[in-house]
């Protein structure tokens, strides 16, 4: 009976929790929906910290300020007034350090935080965020980063998964992906990492409207942002990307990466080009590697043995390609 009591009491004490909102969420839910975007003026709270790097501190305001104009979103800093919605990010930094042969330097940056959408009586909407990073001397020279204070802590910012990851998430979630989307055309060429870090927020939350600025970044001449482009697609599964991609095979970079796109977008249209390029290697893993992808697609399982997949295809080609 105490157990059972007890138990009564430990779910009431949670639901009087949740009643007071006390809650933090990681995906929005359609009441912070409702509210965040009824809001037009977001006061912006910046706390930075550094453990070993006095006088750091990054122009993240200028940043988010910038960004969210795209979402018809006019950003604050003064605390003279009160808003509603208020952004607040917490970032802890660390600098790293080197020995070189001209002395120690710090060319390294750790950072971590969280950047938090607040709103009276609705759950706080909560990405943490994490980033870590070690430039090259040899490419930057020796005169910089004489003291704690000049580490990366902006570039630790930019990696995946970091700081600018987690906001773009947030805008694509809270105001559509629409928004990330112009942001990105009009902003990466002063930001060299806008597009990849972008892309990869695409492909994340799955939505199809970014679709063609995927397919036209399969281009880009930097080929990290072409690898994320074709994750991206392949994530996202439109069947806009399968003659694109199929069309990129040429390209060593993103090959691999495409195979695996194509078992993910499981449309016939890329059997016969799968097979073609099994018919082009020799290391039964990657063959094997190709035989996974078309597994997706067919069901069938010849692993990496091109001929059965060859002649199971001549038997099957026209009943599958009917299906287009």
Known sequence: MKKIKLAIFLVYLISFFIALNGYITAQPT???LVAFRSEKTVQLVVNQSYSNAKGAYIMLDNLVREILKYAGINTVISDSEDYSLKLI??????????RYTYGQRYTGARISGSINLVYPRVAVYKKDFSGHIHVSMEILGITKYSSPSDAPFWDACMVKDSFLSKLFEIMAEIYGPDCLLKATKEMMEKYYFFKIRAIEVFGKIGDTRPVEFLITALDDKNKYTRQAAVLALGKIGD??????????LVDKSIRGLIWDA??????????????????????????RQIGRALRKITKKNFRGKTEKWQKWWEEN??????KK
């Not at 990010?89 to 080197?98: D, Q, V």
């Not at 080609?317 to 009917?322: A, F, T």
């Open 89 to 98: 990010i917490e970032l802890k930094g660390e600098a790293i350090s080197a």
């Open 317 to 322: 080609k026209d009943k599958y390609l009917k």
């Open 262 to 287: 194509l078992g993910d977008l499981k449309d016939p249209r890329g059997i016969e080009p799968l097979i073609n390029q099994m018919k082009k290697i020799e290391n039964k893993y990657t063959r």
């Open 30 to 32: 359609k009441k912070q």
């Open 239 to 248: 069947t806009r990307a399968v003659e694109p991609l199929i069309a990129r």
